[in-house]
């Protein structure tokens, strides 16, 4: 860490697209709440703005959550299909980035418990909130181990590190460390307290990093 | 500063959550503790492998099923 703590470069806490009031994918376009309120009465022009504002990072963020193409496909669907039907319960006191994401994680979750009976899903495990997750693995990794690796083969490592993980603990690292959403925003979509999120977050870190110590050690 | 208290600050600090104390505290205990060091950076470069938005690009064969559906939807809505 020496000199300099310099965490993940993100102000903590703080929705990454807010501020800036620019759509993630692309730079152009009207304000998001403009869109909201016109697809809310009834423009589907507006909701598919929407739709193509927000397809790719629901997409990776499927893909993140459930691994394969196949379901991540799944997911994106009926995250813009649900979202078009429940437009008018969304009240706009939360972002729609937000909000979308939370059905997403939904569709995400209901696909990994129908998965788990006929796949080896891993198991919600037994750990209490704070229940402790020691670094066993101390072996530095090579330098910059996303230019060793082709991006096919870095994406099959970082799923499958990621299935290794109970899916409480997978979606609360997707959407706090991978997607910025706020610890508020985080505990808000799953329904967890402020600490669970924390400590969630504090063991799928520990244990990713240990996963992938596996394949990047310098050994 | 035991290496499990570190452990344990270090996602903390991850989160923003630590004091300056805390913070200089941990820096120590880092630039003297070889193991702790290693988790550290190991596991801010985890964060940054995943976050690397490069990955996952949606085909769009998936993007074209994708607007189809809706359109669907929009049409069904019309009939209404
Ligand atoms: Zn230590």
């Known amino acids: 860490m020496a000199p300099d703590l310099n965490p993940l470069q993100k102000e903590p806490d703080e929705p990454p697209d807010v501020a800036s009031g620019l759509p993630p994918d692309d730079g152009a376009g009207k304000p998001e709440s403009e869109l909201v309120a016109q697809a809310k009465a009834g423009s589907s022009e507006a909701f598919e703005e929407l739709v193509n504002r927000y397809e790719r990072r629901i997409f990776r963020l499927a893909m993140r959550l459930t691994g394969n193409t196949e379901d991540a496909e799944d997911v994106l669907q009926e995250t813009f299909l649900k979202a078009f039907e429940h437009l008018p319960d969304f009240r706009q006191d939360s972002r729609f980035y937000t909000w979308l994401v939370r059905i997403a994680v939904n569709e995400g979750l209901m696909k990994l418990r129908k998965r788990r009976s006929d796949r080896s899903e891993p198991l919600e495990d037994a750990v209490d909130d704070d229940g402790q997750v020691i670094p066993r693995d101390f072996r530095d990794w090579k330098p910059n181990p996303e230019q060793l690796t082709s991006q096919e083969e870095m994406e099959r490592i970082l799923l499958g590190a990621a299935a290794q993980l109970p899916p409480s603990l997978r979606t609360v690292f997707m959407l706090r460390d991978v997607e910025e959403l706020s610890t508020e925003e985080t505990a808000q979509a799953l329904n967890l307290t402020l600490g669970a999120v924390k400590a969630r977050l504090f063991r799928a870190r520990f244990q990713l990093r240990e996963e992938l110590s596996k394949t990047f050690n310098r050994e | ?80």
Do not use: W
């Not at chain 2, 452990?7 to 805390?22: R, V």
């Open chain 2, 1 to 80: 500063m035991t290496c499990k208290e570190a452990f344990k600050q270090i996602s903390a600090y991850l989160d923003g959550d630590l004091t300056e104390e805390l913070k200089n505290i941990l820096n120590e205990h880092i630039c003297k503790c070889a193991h702790c060091k290693v988790v550290y950076d190991t596991t801010v470069k985890t964060v940054e492998l995943y976050c690397d938005g490069k990955l996952f690009p949606m085909p769009q064969t998936i993007s074209n099923r994708l607007h189809t559906a809706l359109r669907r939807k929009f049409q069904d809505r019309r009939a209404v």
